[in-house]
C-alpha cells in the first residue's frame, strides 16, 4: 500500500523555523519526484519547493533564499526545512510524490506562524 505520512508542523514565531518531514512507503522513493504544497487559509494550493530524482530543486520565489527542500532516499523521506518564517508562510504543507504511474498526496500539515 502506497502511503506518505508528515510531520514537523506547528506554531513558531515569525523569524523562527520549522523542518517538514514526508516519508513515503510502498513506492520506489529514489526514482520519485517530491514537491511541497501550501495552502492558505482562502486561496489556493500552491507549489512551494520540488526536487528531482536526481536532486535538482526548484523554490518558488517568495521561499528562495529561506526554505530549502531535501531528500533522504535511505529513509524515504523528503524534508522541507524552513527559515525565517513569516506570516505568509502559514497554511497546510502537503507532499506530493510522483514517479511511473504513481502521483500520491499526504494529508497535510498545519504550519502557523505568529507575528
Known amino acids: 500500500q502506497v502511503q506518505l505520512v508528515e510531520s514537523g508542523g506547528g506554531l513558531v514565531q515569525a523569524g523562527g523555523s520549522l523542518r517538514l518531514s514526508c516519508t513515503a512507503s510502498?513506492?520506489?522513493?529514489?526514482?520519485?519526484?517530491g514537491d511541497w504544497n501550501r495552502q492558505a487559509p482562502g486561496n489556493q494550493r500552491e507549489l512551494v519547493a520540488r526536487i528531482t530524482n536526481g536532486g535538482s530543486t526548484y523554490y518558488v520565489e517568495s521561499a528562495k533564499g529561506r526554505f530549502t527542500i531535501s531528500r533522504d532516499n535511505a529513509r524515504n523521506t523528503l524534508y522541507l526545512q524552513m527559515s525565517s518564517l513569516k506570516s505568509e508562510d502559514k497554511g497546510v504543507y502537503y507532499c506530493n510524490i510522483r514517479t511511473l504511474g504513481v502521483d500520491i498526496w499526504g494529508k497535510g500539515t498545519l504550519v502557523t506562524v505568529s507575528s
Open positions: 510502498g513506492i520506489g522513493f529514489s526514482f520519485a519526484f
